[in-house]
């Protein structure tokens, strides 16, 4: 079955530090992916996503993604975090066409100290 | 525009009981979904809509769990009986284009809680 993983489960990091997040996936065809952000109380949103082109895909706030076809890899990076980046972060993958589901890993909790 | 919108945020309920969210998508988007966090897990896939038919309900967990959309608007989702295992967030999203280009907009979810 086709999984994703999200390999951090928790990162602590003081601001202005550099964000790593790792995001690898197990299916052998062609793939949309996407990063999701859930801050403190309000919805999932859509921080990045990458179906076609160039790996490297940039999103709101400064997020940045480079997806490795050969690693099965999107790994979401920010240079500089912010306090106000603290959120649960989310990889999710869609098989393409034919299927609209996500498969989402378990999420990272990012604490940024102010 | 509106968000998508879910009705309970929070709801509580004994084992045994019955229990029904609701999700009113952003107007306009056909293609609606159903998810569920259960503590500490992925978020996890339940069924789709187009409209009001249902697309893919291959991650309907039993047949305790019945999802209906009514004229292709807001969608239900009533779970009966509810088991402990049912506790978990429970998201609805909707899309335009089916997600793969646009990707969701989710809704704040439902919590529930089967005690």
């Known amino acids: 079955a086709q999984s994703v993983s999200q390999h951090n489960h928790h990162v602590i990091l003081s601001e202005a530090a550099s964000l790593e997040l790792g995001c690898n996936y197990s299916?052998?065809?062609?793939?949309?992916l996407f990063w999701y952000v859930q801050y403190p109380g309000q919805h999932l949103q859509l921080l990045l996503k990458?179906?076609?082109?160039?790996?490297l895909v940039k999103g709101i706030k400064g997020f940045e993604a480079e997806f490795i076809k050969s690693k099965f890899s999107f790994n979401l990076r920010k240079p500089s975090v912010q306090w106000s980046d603290t959120a649960e972060y989310f990889c999710a993958v869609n098989k393409g066409s034919g299927t609209y589901k996500y498969i989402f890993g378990t999420g990272t909790r990012l604490k940024v100290l102010a | 525009e509106a968000g998508v919108t879910q009705f309970p945020s929070h709801s509580v309920i004994e084992k045994g009981q019955t229990v029904t969210l609701r999700c009113d998508p952003i107007s306009g988007h056909d293609n609606l979904y159903w998810y569920r966090r259960v503590m500490g897990k992925e978020i996890k896939f339940l069924l789709h809509f187009v409209k009001e038919s249902k697309q893919d309900e291959s991650g309907m967990p039993n047949n305790r769990f019945l999802a209906e959309r009514t004229g292709g608007t807001y969608s239900t989702l009533k779970v009966q009986p509810a088991e402990l295992e049912d506790s978990g967030v429970y998201f609805c999203?909707?899309?335009?284009?089916?997600?793969?280009?646009?990707?969701?907009?989710f809704g704040s979810g439902t919590r529930l809680t089967v005690v």
């Open positions: 999203a909707s899309s335009q284009d089916g997600g793969s280009v646009y990707g969701y907009t």
């Open positions: 299916y052998g065809g062609t793939v949309n």
């Open positions: 990458y179906f076609s082109g160039d790996p």
